[in-house]
């Protein structure tokens, strides 16, 4: 069974730049959920797609949002890109319960 | 909003020393406290969970233990091998039962 497949698994982006990043989850998983890691801050909760709908979102400003579509792929977009916004951006999937989440190996963001 | 806080930041044991990291959490509604443990270059992957109405749960060398009054959850690793040298994270649900709130992880480092 194949693992959550996260693209591009890096890249280099200039301040006011805008980033999709794209997650396509396990067979069969129809939530995902994305998580932004940094250094000492551990993984800050993005948001989280059910059947295309957003259930949750976190605490970050609306130069981030997200979507899922109805093959239960999703994408993130970062737009007019900060310094700060570098860091490793992290897809999880689920099979829509409180359960374990299956996390893909990121994709390293560096905004310079 | 909910917040989860992990100590220590980094823990360094002798082989075969045992390994405790705790966790406190701020929502009484959370139901599900997972732990996490991430390689380098790899993302998180789960190792053992828990979930409110049991009290402690192991698996192997792996234990967590849950004290649902005090919001407090560890994590316990006996006989500690240097292939355990990760970085470790708790999480617990949000209020909707349908985000994972991780803590800002802790690094351990088994020298042999």
């Known amino acids: 069974k194949a693992g959550v497949t996260q693209t591009p698994r890096y890249l280099i982006k200039t301040r006011g730049q805008q980033v999709t990043l794209s997650c396509s989850p396990i067979s069969g998983h129809r939530s995902v959920s994305w998580y932004q890691q940094t250094p000492g801050q551990g993984l800050q909760f993005l948001f989280e797609y059910f059947s295309e709908t957003q259930r949750n979102k976190g605490n970050f400003p609306g130069r981030f949002s997200g979507r899922q579509f109805s093959n239960s792929r999703s994408e993130m977009n970062v737009s007019t890109l900060e310094l700060g916004d570098s860091a490793l951006y992290l897809c999880a999937s689920n099979v829509g319960n409180t359960g374990e989440l299956f996390f893909g190996e990121g994709s390293r963001l560096t905004v310079l | 909003g909910e917040n989860v806080e992990q100590h220590p930041s980094t823990l360094s044991v002798q082989e075969g020393d045992s390994a405790v990291i705790k966790c406190t959490y701020s929502?009484?509604?959370?139901?599900?406290f997972p732990w996490y443990k991430q390689e380098l270059g790899k993302g998180p992957q789960l190792i053992i969970d828990i979930r409110s109405n049991v009290g402690e749960k192991k698996d192997q060398r792996i234990a967590v233990t849950l004290n649902k009054t005090a919001k407090h959850f560890s994590l316990h690793i006996t006989e500690t091998q240097p292939e355990d040298s990760a970085v470790y994270f708790c999480a617990a649900t949000n209020q909707a039962g349908t985000a994972l709130i991780f803590g800002k992880g802790t690094t351990l480092s088994v020298s042999s």
């Open positions: 929502d009484s509604a959370s139901n599900y």
